[in-house]
């Protein structure tokens, strides 16, 4: 996948320097991205990393910072989002599928270890899946609540299972 106009390639020869990247979405490719993620709107999508080379492949350490809505996954009503989210991952050339295939433990240091593609890593890109994950899966407007009520929809406590147990303990009482 590209980052949707927000690309930025660095090559593994490139990152045996180090550098230092600055990227800010334009409207274009932040409506791009929105579509993408499913957001009603982002309208700011910046990423600053430092790129560095590393036995067997690069490393990427930076920050997303983007200012999106999203949709409250019960009412459908705009939610905005700040985000701030650090990324450290590693990108190397035997990180791939053609790993044995064994069982392992992963300890904190391999969990942001992913393949390094054809030597080179779109940090563009690292910026938007950071993003997608730091979102809010299920975001709730302030009010989804009341006007669920309002709906008539019960919540969870008044549908679910110990709902007809407290109203049986509530009745029981002398």
């Not at 499913?38 to 309208?43: A, D, K, W």
């Not at 890593?121 to 989804?144: C, F, K, N, W």
């Amino acid at each position: 996948m590209t980052a949707d106009g927000f690309s930025h390639v660095v090559t593994l020869a490139a990152a045996a320097q180090g550098q230092s990247i600055t990227l800010t979405a334009d409207a274009a490719a932040r409506e791009s991205i929105a579509a993408r993620l499913g957001l009603i709107s982002l309208e700011r999508l910046e990423a600053d990393a430092e790129v560095r080379a590393v036995a067997g492949g690069l490393a990427v350490r930076g920050e997303v910072r983007a200012e999106a809505v999203q949709r409250c996954a019960a009412t459908d009503l705009p939610v905005p989002a700040a985000i701030a989210e650090p990324f450290d991952l590693k990108f190397l050339r035997d990180a791939g599928p053609g790993r044995e295939e064994e069982e392992i433990e992963l300890g904190a240091e391999e969990i942001d270890i992913l393949p390094l593609e054809h030597d080179r890593v779109d940090i563009g890109e690292v910026a938007v899946q950071t993003l997608s994950l730091a979102l809010d899966p299920y975001p709730r407007h302030p009010d989804a609540d009341h006007i669920l009520a309002e709906k008539g929809v019960l919540s969870e406590e008044q549908a679910g299972p110990f709902a007809a147990l407290a109203a049986l303990k509530g009745g029981n009482k002398a």
